[in-house]
Nanobody
């Protein structure tokens, strides 16, 4: 069993920054790929970023490319999402997840999920 706990969300003005953390416990980081997703009210959960631990390859949604950076510290069993130049449209609940197989961009490719952390960007 794996538990993922996100933290670091909050309220920030447009143009500001936040760093989200995802701490894993249990069978930690068994998956080579960690992902971040977000879900805004009334919208479907959408892909934000993924990191392949083996090769260090990163993948980003077009909407966050150049502003967000995904990373992981295997020694601390923690993944991060550094978010810069935040926009009001980035407002959502952010989730981290462990990939189990399939497309990195699809929520169905991930099995374990955290409870989410709220990010609110004011204009």
């Amino acid at each position: 069993q794996v538990q993922l706990i996100e933290s670091g969300g909050g309220l920030v003005q447009a143009g500001g920054s936040l760093r989200l953390s995802c701490a894993a416990s249990g069978r930690t980081f068994r998956s080579p790929v960690m992902g971040w997703f977000r879900q805004a009210p009334g919208k479907e959960r959408e892909f934000v970023a993924a990191l392949s631990g083996n090769a260090g390859n990163t993948y980003y949604a077009d909407s966050v490319k150049g502003r967000f950076t995904i990373s992981r510290d295997n020694a601390k069993n923690t993944a991060y999402l550094q978010m810069n130049s935040l926009k009001p449209e980035d407002t959502a609940v952010y989730y981290c997840a462990q990939w189990v197989g399939g497309s990195f961009y699809s929520p169905s490719a991930y099995d374990y999920w955290g409870q989410g952390t709220q990010v609110t960007v004011s204009s």
